[in-house]
Each structure stands twice: as C-alpha cells, then as structure tokens.
C-alpha cells in the first residue's frame, strides 16, 4: 500500500506536469476575451470581403492589415481549435492528477491505519488535494478564471516535488502526542483552510498583475497580464476564498488550543507554530479589514493577502524546519 | 478603521522576534543557552524585552491600543445598529434609476398590500408609505461583526482572569508509595501562580503514581504512555487513570503527563558497612532515552565532608550488543545497563548556592575537592561494583519517573465561550449581506404598476440574481394570498 501511494504520487505530478504544459500552451498560442475574440472575428470578416473595422489589441494600436487575410484567416481558425484542444486536454490531465492524488492520500491512510496528516509529507499532500479540488470547483463554476489553471499546476508540481524529494518520510504510526480525536478536528480544518489560501494566494498574486497591466504598466510580471480575466473578476473572487477560508482558519486554531489544553495543559504558549498561526490570522484580519475599509485601495489590501500566504508559508515550512517547539511532527530529518 | 489596521500590522510585527529568539514563558533553558551562546547581544536584547515578547510593555501597548480602537470603533456602531434595528426601512430615493438594480413597469395586482406581503414572506422588513413600499434585508450582518468584535473583548477578559486567578506548577514523580506528592507550593519543582492567588487556596491532593507504561514500535517510536495514580484528598483514595491527551481531572487543577524516563535504584556500602539506598531520576539525553544522571551519598562514610560520595550514571535501557556503550539501542528494557563514573570528595552541597541534581558541582571538580576514583564500570541488574577504599555500590534495578504539569485556568471556559461567539458572529459578517429594495408606483399608472430598485450595501455579487427572483415573486403574488395574509397580520396585534 505505501510503495502504491508513493507511485501515485508520481503519477498525480506527472499529470498536473502535463496540465501545466497544456495550459502553458493554451496560454501562449490562445486567444481569448472580448477583445481577442473581436479580433478574430474582424480578420474573419475581412477575408470575407465585408469592410474591417480596425481591430486594435488590448494595448492599442495594431491595425489588422488588409493584405494575407485568408491566411490569417485559418491561421486563427486553427490556432483556436489548437488552443482549446490545449484547455480541454489540462482540465483533464488536472482531473486525472486529482484521482491519482486521491489514490495516493487513500493508500497512504490505508498503509498508515490512519488519517494521511501524520506528518509534514502528508500534510503538503493534504493541503495540495484540498487547493487542487478547491480550484477544479472554482474552474468549473466561473470558466473565466480557467487559465489561472498554468499557476496552480506550477503550485502544485512545485509544492509537491517538495513534499516528495525533501518531506519524504516513510509510513509511521502516531505518535502518543498525535493520538485523538482533535488530530482529526484540528488538522483537517487547517489544511482545508490552507487549501482554500492557496488559491486564494493564486488569485490575489493573479489580480496584481492584472491590476497592474490594466493601469498600463509593463514588463515582466504584467506583461502576462493580458492574458489574466479582468481585476473586475479576479479580486472579487480573491476576497470570497479569502472569507470562505479565514472562519475555517479561526476554527482551526480554536481547535488547536482546545487540543493544546489537553495534551499540554495550557490552550495558548506562545509556541512557535502558534506564534504564526496567530501572526497569520493577524494578517487575514488585517486583509478583511483593509477590504472593507473604503479609503484603503484594493491593490493595497489584495498586498496583505499576499503577504498572509507568506506567513502561512513560513509557518509550514520555516517553523517546522527551522525552529525547535511542540509541532515538532515534521519528521523530516 | 486605518488606525486599527496599523496596529493589526504591528501586533503581526511584534509577534515575530517571539518566535525567533527563544522564550522564557516556553523554555527558559534555551533562554540561558542564548546568553551563553551572545553574551554581548543577550542582555541588550533582555532589556528590550526580547526574551519575554508577549508580556512586554510594548506588545501590551500594542494590543491595549488595538482594543481601544476597537471599543472606539464599535461602541458608536452599537448604538446605530441598536438605532437601526428599531428603526423602519428609510424612504426611497428620489432617482430609482441610478440605483445598481432597477426594473420598470413591475405589475402587482394585488398593489402595495402584495408587494409588502411577498417581502414579509420572504423576511424583509417593510414599511409602506403612501404608497410605496420599502424594504431592508441582512441585519444580521451588522449584529454579526458587533459580536464578533466583543467577543475578541471576551477573549482578552478571558486571558486577563486566568492569569489573575489560574496557577501552574511542574513536578518530576518518581514511581512508588514513597514518592507520593502533595500539592502544596513546597513540593513543586517550578510553580507560577496567579497575581491573585495565595497560596494556601490551592485545593489539597495528594497524587501517587502506582504504574507507568510506554509502548514503542521496533524502529523505537512510541506509541502509546498511560500512567496509574492512586489521588487522595477528595474523599477516600481512588485510583486513576492518564495519559498524553487524556489528563487527570480533579476539582480545581488538572494533572498532564509531559514526560517520562528511568530512575536507578542505588546501594552503596560505605567504609563503616553502613547501606544506604538512592533513587535517582537521570534525564533523557535521546529518543533512545540514554540517560544521564547523578546518584548522591553525601551521608557516606560517617559525614566526613571530604569523602562524601557520588556516581555519575549513564544508563541505557537497551545495551547495544556491541560496544561503545554510550547510546541506548532501544527505549524499552530489553537488556538495561548503568555505566557509573565514581567521585569521592567534597559535593559542595553546604555552599547553599542551588545546583542541579543531575550533575555534579563543576566548581568542586575544578577545583579538586570532589575527583573521580577508578575506572567507570558497566553494570548490570543485581551487578555491583567495588571501589578502590572497598566500599562497593550495587544496581538494583530502576523506577519509571514521569514529570507532570498540574494547572488550573479559571478563564478557560470565558476563552472558549468567547471564541464561539467570536467565530458565530464572524461567520454572520462574512456571509451575511445587507440589502434594501423599493417599489414605487408609476405616477399615473395606477397603484398596480411599480418601479423597483435594489441597492446592496456591501459586495454582494448575487444580488442581481436575486433582485430579479424577487421582482418576478412580486409580480405572480396572489391577491387573495395577500388578504389572508394581511389579515392574519391585523389580526395579530390586538
């Protein structure tokens, strides 16, 4: 069962590598949005002989040119098809990435006799499949967002070749500490929280490039800008996962302290892991609070959202490798 | 609202070097590790407070002038939204047709009295003015932040009531009758105790640890630890069982398991033939728990202070099959040895300066008062070894030691109670959504044809679906719906 999840493993990041490389192709060849697609139609239109309307790119000025049409003509006929084939091939390669990460987590419990979330591996496991269907959801219910999907493969062929070259760590029981029924309660809410984060920190990184072609800056990184839905779609969006994660986050921690009562005798120690779920939940609140404060400016705020998944970040990684206290399940050597 | 976002930044800011440089309220040897590691920067840093960040007068200024702000911030908003509550939907504006959501030539055949109907079946709150019906949605919202704000009041009331009344105390407890504790501040190794407790209020018990058992797998990773004591002090002695995760419950403190380990059981023989025996507790020094310890006879030899006598130990549960034996191969008793390190001479236990019990007094060794006789030996259960006046030591065997935390935090339940509400009212002002609609007859078209108008008062990207599902309600409301319904509504008062 172990060396099957372990394949699965495998399997899942192959996949969402080949999601990452059809996106990437969606991404470079596609067309999209109102604009491409007038675009499109207006060089359609004039290999049809009707008169063009000049069909001008989102960053103005290109005049379609009159001459070489028809050509153009199929070039984006078949670009089109390509691209959408592209889409269509990375949800499904997602898709599949999703059971064979399911699979992984599955065998993993089933080899272990328990729920997957023993240790640091596990847990990036976790929260990797809970950001994955948080974002398959989302994809499916506002198809815009789709092309998102190249930076959540990135994500996650990054976060989990991490998990499988560094936080590697072979099946264990629990240890006595681990051993309750809030390891379940409290590490299930926090990884559903920091799943739902993840994509978040996705779309709020996405709206600040967005943000910032669409007020005409340009080089990298807002020159993949125009690519991205518009600011209009993207911080909305970024805020609802964000309210949707932070009550679960709270709960998470509450969950934690009450634990934290019975296994160590106090509900708050300031514990490094504590100390940064607290700096976390600070930030997110500063994040809510900066959103639903007129004067702030949404760029502004969407930056705290940044710099919350930082702290979420350095929480999983920096405090479970790097400091010493009571969280000390990483098991990573 | 900018100022508390400042101080929300600040509190997340000062937070860090808590985490980052070690902490006396979490583990004061690390802290001592720090100055023996930076004596030039730790004292500097110790002044600032470095060492205890979540007491310091600046992270309490900081959260002090959060609170502040808040209360600042919420109290005026709890009189408006108190005002609000009890106040009717306000009158439309003049121009329904700037608002976010609009819709002409709305037909209700029932007139206003429908219209108000299908929003009170729908639990807006209306009011019908000649004519014109308004109605305001969602405030539970409002309700929901107002709680959730006072409820992070609750929670610092909470923390600021146990540290008044709670008390904490740490206690290493040697297996067996004789090593029964009572709680009283004298028997504790450590203690902290509340600013507003004395100390003869602690509740009398007195706790015995009968049994200790630790299970570990082959690779040595333990599974599972579960401790035995017999409590007397409330009625008759009972005996009772904990472990890690499942504390003792007592009226009015709470006993944790934290640790365990082995404490050797000592014989020495001295000049005179006299026997005197030692229990030892020795510290895990590993996951293996290879112990390191020290067993004291400062009785020995007839109170002569230069020959009094001491082992430094170095026992492992599991003695590799092979040497050096310096690490345990196993946390478990499979095949115990004690490797003695045997010192006579002066302890320098009359300087009256506290010292460690698990080592020897370096200033004695230094200065040659206090030197090692022999070689180390290894011995078994039931082994023994002779030194070189002849006296000779036995290993009879070891105890199980556990160490305990017992607690009391009377501001606990005010904690979770608070967190509660805090996550209720939070989920209220996220999810929640205030809203308001008008419907305003068409001058001239009778009172059967309105205009109506929606405007959401914080985002709400579903408003639109649901302002047109209203509207459409609106329209097929049935008149004889709307007469029952009004009259049960006259009729309810009276």
Known sequence: MSMLSDQLLVVAILAYLVSMLCYAVEHAFGLRGAVARTATRELVGAGAGVEPAPATSPRGGATSPRGGVTSLRGMATS??????????AAVGATVFGVLAHLGCLVARGLAAHRMPWGNMYEFVLTVTFIGVVAWLVLAARRPAVRRLGLYVSLALVTLLGVAGLVLYTEVMPLVPALRSYWFVIHVSTAALASGIFLVGFVTAAMYLVRAGYEQGRVGFPYSLGHR????????????????LAFPIWTFAVAAGAVWAEAAWGRYWGWDPKETWAFISWVVYAGYLHARATPSVRRSTATWIAVLGWLTMLMNLFGVNLFFEGLHSYAGVD | MRTALVLLFLLAVAAIPGSLLPQRGVNVERVAGYFAAHPDLAPVLDRLWAFDVFASPWFSAIYVLLFVSLAGCVVPRLRDHVRALRAVPPDAPRRLDRLPQH?????????????AAALRQRRWRVAVRGGTVAGEKGYLKETGNLLFHLALVGVLLGVALGSWYGWHANRLLVAGPDGTFCNTVQQYDDYGLGARVDPGELPRFCLELADFQASYLDSGQPVRYAATAVVSGFGPASVRHFSVNDPLRLPGASVYLLGHGYAPVLRYTDRAGRAQTTVAP???????????GVAAFPDANGGDRTAQVAFEGLYLPTVPDSPPFVRSAYPAERAPGLMLFPYRGDLGLDAGIPQSVYQLDRGQLAAGRLAQVGEPELLRVGGSMTLDDGTRVEFLGTRQWV??????????????ASVALLL?????????????????????????????????????LGFTDEFSRLVAAVRTQRPAETRQLSQAQQRGPR
């Open chain 2, 103 to 115: 819709a002409d030539g709305v037909v209700v055949a029932g007139g206003p009295d429908a219209v």
């Open chain 2, 282 to 292: 020795f510290l895990p020094a590993d996951a293996s728990l290879t112990s390191e």
């Open chain 1, 79 to 88: 670009l089109r098809g390509a691209t959408s084939w592209a889409g269509r």
């Open chain 2, 403 to 416: 160490t305990l935390s017992i607690r009391h935090d009377p501001g606990q339940p005010v904690v979770l």
């Open chain 2, 424 to 460: 209720v009212g939070l989920m209220a002002s996220l999810f929640g959504r205030r809203r308001r609609v008008w419907f305003r007859p068409v001058s001239g078209a009778g009172p059967a044809v309105f205009t109506a108008a929606g405007l959401p008062r914080s985002d709400y």
């Open chain 1, 228 to 243: 991205l839905p518009t600011a209009g779609v993207l911080e909305p969006l970024t805020f609802r996962l964000h309210t």
